[in-house]
Nanobody, 115 residues
Framework: VQLVESGGGLVQAGGSLNLSCAAS????????MGWYRRAPGKQRELVAYISGSGGITNYADSVKGRFTISRDNAKNTMYLQMNSLKSEDTAVYFCYARDFSKGYWGQGTQVTVSS
């Protein structure tokens, strides 16, 4: 399974971005997917995850009410709609996917929020 993120960039505080994660390869085996981020000088943290069917989602407290995770299994793509961005959301955002045996990571996309 290969994962490629896109949609990152520079945005002003209060603005929005929509990240995408396109999966390829043995996508039929993918179940849970999620977004993580690593801010400068900090450890990588879970932002949100979504179940295989998309029926179950969970968010870090810091992004609840501002970010929305979704997936389109027909397109093998996961999304993260980020609204009301804050400077503390500045980080590299990574896509994660898991099948029955292992997890996979994308290369990451930079999100920079200017205050």
């Amino acid at each position: 399974v290969q994962l490629v993120e896109s949609g990152g960039g520079l945005v002003q505080a209060g603005g929005s971005l929509n990240l995408s994660c396109a999966a390829s390869g043995s996508t039929f085996s993918i179940d849970t997917m999620g977004w993580y981020r690593r801010a400068p000088g900090k450890q990588r943290e879970l932002v949100a995850y979504i179940s295989g069917s998309g029926g179950i989602t969970n968010y870090a407290d810091s992004v609840k009410g501002r970010f929305t995770i979704s997936r389109d299994n027909a397109k093998n793509t996961m999304y993260l709609q980020m609204n009301s961005l804050k400077s503390e959301d500045t980080a590299v955002y990574f896509c994660y996917a898991r099948d029955f045996s292992k997890g996979y990571w994308g290369q990451g996309t930079q999100v920079t929020v200017s205050s």
